[in-house]
């Protein structure tokens, strides 16, 4: 009886201890890359052309900021997508086309270029599409290549 009851208390302690704590790498990737914003970025933008993805957007936040007479480092926004992986995700929840298509950002980081993108599993996430669901798998990898490709030394 001593031992159910132990191993009861083991139960009830290890159910009360709080999950760990999502942390920005969760849900943010980031990258350092060794060329400026705009090499990264052209270099980026090539990358997701060379994978047969749609470049919609590049913004430059940068150029946003100096013409209202404030100050950014050098910070551009990649908007990018392809059709095949997108629909399958809408088709689960329309609302996905809030968040579709992927954004990669690039900054400088104190002289340091750095480049980030959300982690697809947190985006699917958020609207009840599973991790595993091979679509979001496959986007991961889709940034992961093009942000790498962009990140490459010559």
């Not at 954004?103 to 958020?126: E, M, S, Y």
Request: with cysteine.
């Amino acid at each position: 009886m001593r031992t159910l009851v132990l191993i009861g208390i083991g139960i009830l302690l290890a159910a009360c201890q709080p999950l760990a704590p999502k942390t920005a790498n969760d849900e943010l990737i980031t990258r350092t890359s060794p060329h400026s914003v705009a090499e990264t970025m052209d270099r980026l933008e090539a990358a997701v052309t060379a994978k047969g993805a749609k470049v919609f957007a590049r913004i430059n936040h940068g150029a946003g900021a100096q013409s209202i007479g404030e100050v950014l480092t050098a910070e551009e926004v990649l908007i990018f997508g392809n059709p095949e992986l997108g629909t399958p995700l809408m088709q689960i929840d329309p609302r996905m086309g809030l968040d579709l298509p992927v954004k990669i950002l690039v900054w400088d980081d104190n002289g340091q270029t750095r480049i980030v993108f959300l982690n697809p599993a947190k985006l699917g996430a958020w609207y009840g599409i599973e991790a595993t669901n091979p679509v979001l798998i496959k986007m991961r990898g889709v940034l992961e290549t093009v942000s790498k490709e962009a990140s490459r030394e010559d």
